[in-house]
């Protein structure tokens, strides 16, 4: 299928969003400081956003809890519909355009006892006039589905948790130097599928999630994210010869559970491909992408190029024009259906 516009301005992203990435972990320091000064003082992080802004958001809440934050992360579309409850908080709303419209409308109505913060690659936006927010380096992201923006909010975050004391040696190594095994074996084990479930744990759960979005995004296929647990939970009755399985595994008890999935999806016809950082032996049965031992969000940011790689390889070979959407747009606007 023919290459267009919309993938050439996913390459463009993709091509840059190391450096950009390095470049906002290290000049965020003053509001990253501001903003640990206030969780300190509040006790509590409450982490908004929409899309693939959630799915960050997502990624790093582990992170933030290891650290001994009380952190959840949260949907503007959930708190617009159900308010937080009345107490202190630090909040910081997520989104790389700053246009969202659910962000613009929790600007409007947002409970004055919080501490207010946000997170855009968008300076000039709304959102970036209005809070004091970090701001990510090489401008907002053009193409369609989050590739630059990801990695780039990801180092963004990991700039806020430097400063509260938790240290992304591996992260900092990992956006420098990203390690881009062949997916050749993945891709051909994966592009005949009708329907894709990827799976991780810990901060490799939001990663899952976050592939799953740009997935149906840009190959048009359902495709569902979940934590290993949740995956076993019932979505294992979907297991067939035509869906897709895609497992991210890290260290220790990131890992667990990654053989009984495995063995599952083999037992059903759909041998898994797995993305490896566990640093123990591959499973039986599986394809398996390897990447250097990691954990945390150095994981993250390590399988992060080559799942944007294999994503866009299979969107190739399901649809013309990749990255050119035909239902959505880049910025969401606030809904007014009734």
């Not at 591959?282 to 398996?288: E, F, R």
Request: with cysteine; net charge negative; charged share 15%.
């Amino acid at each position: 299928m023919g290459e267009g516009i919309g993938l050439a301005r996913l390459q463009a992203e993709m091509a840059r969003q190391g450096a950009d990435a390095l470049a906002s972990l290290t000049g965020n320091a003053v509001v990253a400081a501001e903003l640990a000064a206030s969780i300190a003082r509040t006790g509590s992080l409450v982490l908004v956003g929409m899309g693939a802004s959630h799915y960050v958001n997502r990624i790093v809440e582990p992170a933030w809890r290891k650290a001994g934050v009380d952190c959840r992360a949260e949907t503007a579309g959930d708190i617009l519909q159900q308010d937080l409850p009345v107490r202190p908080r630090t909040l910081v709303l997520v989104s790389q355009s700053g246009e969202s419209g659910e962000i613009l409308q929790l600007l409007d109505r947002l409970p004055h006892n919080s501490d207010l913060f946000g997170m855009t690659l968008a300076p000039q936006s709304t959102l970036g006039r209005t809070l004091p927010c970090l701001i990510g380096a090489g401008g907002q992201e053009v193409a369609f589905a989050a590739t630059r923006s990801l990695t780039v909010t990801l180092a963004l975050h990991a700039a806020a948790l430097a400063v509260h004391g938790v240290g992304e040696e591996d992260l900092a190594a990992m956006l420098a130097t990203p390690p881009l095994p062949d997916v050749d074996a993945a891709l051909a084990a994966l592009a005949s599928k009708t329907s894709i479930i990827i799976a991780g744990r810990g901060e490799l759960r939001g990663l899952a999630e976050a592939s799953g979005l740009i997935l149906m995004e840009l190959a048009r296929i359902p495709a569902f994210g979940f934590e290993f647990g949740q995956f076993r939970h019932g979505p294992l009755e979907a297991l067939a010869p035509e869906l897709g399985v895609l497992l991210l595994r890290g260290p220790g008890s990131l890992s667990a559970g990654t053989v009984t999935l495995a063995k599952a999806a083999a037992g059903a016809g759909s041998p898994p491909v797995i993305f490896d950082c566990s640093g123990e032996a591959t499973i039986d049965g599986a394809v398996t992408v390897s990447f250097p031992p990691r954990e945390g969000l150095g994981a993250v940011a390590a399988m992060l190029p080559a799942l944007q790689k294999l994503i866009i390889a299979i969107a190739g070979r399901k649809v013309t024009g990749v990255g050119e959407p035909v239902r959505s747009t880049k910025i969401t606007g606030i809904d007014h259906e009734a």
